[in-house]
């Protein structure tokens, strides 16, 4: 069974699989309250009749279940491309549950995060509370027309060099895209960039914020602010073997080396079709880019690929960063992965940092770049300006 994207409709639908009706009733209850149509399985094997004919925008998943367990199911949901955000809700330990969303991830199901059982009326409502139908919604060819117009722009979030604990200065940025409407509006990402996936718009995309990022790199090297700019290549833009030529003519005209620019890549996006993306990224990188594994740690063999990939940078993903200063397991993760990185010779970048704590940690672990709200947020180009010629790492302590 292939999914068939809905219409966009006002009423959010949310398909509730629990074998515990009394669980199923309250997550029921507090979803009916915000707005959300629902539909209840108690049975996995009913899961396929329900969601094709129901189609729903979440899922609330439970791991153990009759029928089919929640690993098996997510494994379906993959098969059938379904589009719903999937929230994992058991009483299993840590391990377990983040297992099951590797599972997801692996099958292109979008995990959307998990609940703890017992569950917690205010875990549900922020859990659910981001699907609800207050988000623009847009078509790609009103995308495809914010691209000619120059509307997707580049953001800038700093990237800051740790390598020095006292003297942390900015390193680089990291490139996101924005787009800025006619109407005033700033639209985030999460909301247009899935129609973009969709319409086959990604490349298009990527190279007119590449094109925006890199004439603002021209701009500060003219002020002698020579940072790194660091990029994202979605998975959908590794299939054109002619990729590494066009951004190589985009810098070459913008006139920055290529040295100077990093393409961020998750491991997922480069394994999707292994053979084309090797070609790819090893092209990228005989042409003097920079590439970084994006999302370090989550990916399914990221060992494997840290080795046959080329990749000279590694990012630990915010989850690991996040929660080191609480899990002790977490903290482990960070630890040994950013000796794994030191050791093979890479750059190591840990994203997430949103407190003293956590960077100090962070330092300890001997991380080479750190990048998070600490330092700062995403901000347009005019406010990058001003943070490169005013930063200095008490201003950014005292902004905590």
Known sequence: MRYTKPAPRL???LLVVDDEQDVADIIAEVASGMGFSVRVV????????????????AIMLDLKLPGYDGVQLLRLLGAWRSRASVFIVSGMDSRTIAAAGTVGHQN????????????????IEDA?????PNRPRFTAEELREAIGLGEIQAYYQPKIDLTD??????????????WQRRDGIVVGPDHFLPVLRDAGLMRAMTEAVALDALQ???????????FAVSINLDGSTLNDLTLPDKLAGIAADAGVPTERITFEVTESAAMADASVS????????????????????????????????PFNELKIDKSFVMDLTHNQEAAIIVETLAMLGRKLGLKVCAEGIEDRETLNRIMACGCHLGQGFLFGRPMPARQILKFAQTWNWEAAGSRE
Not at 128 to 132: A, V, W
């Open 11 to 13: 009423i959010p639908t």
């Open 42 to 57: 108690n049975d996995g094997a009913r899961l396929q009749e329900v969601h094709d004919e129901f189609q729903p925008d």
């Open 108 to 123: 292109a199901v979008k995990i959307a995060g998990h609940l703890s059982k017992p569950l917690e009326i205010k875990d």
């Open 128 to 132: 659910l509370r981001p699907l609800l």
């Open 165 to 178: 604990s006292s003297a942390l200065r900015l390193a680089g940025v990291e490139v996101l895209a924005r």
């Open 216 to 226: 603002q790199a021209r701009h500060w090297s003219s002020l002698e602010l020579n």
């Open 278 to 309: 090797m070609d790819i990224l090893t092209r990228l990188r005989l042409k003097g880019f920079n590439l970084s594994m994006d999302d370090f740690g989550t990916g399914y063999s990221s060992l494997v690929q840290l080795y046959r990939l």
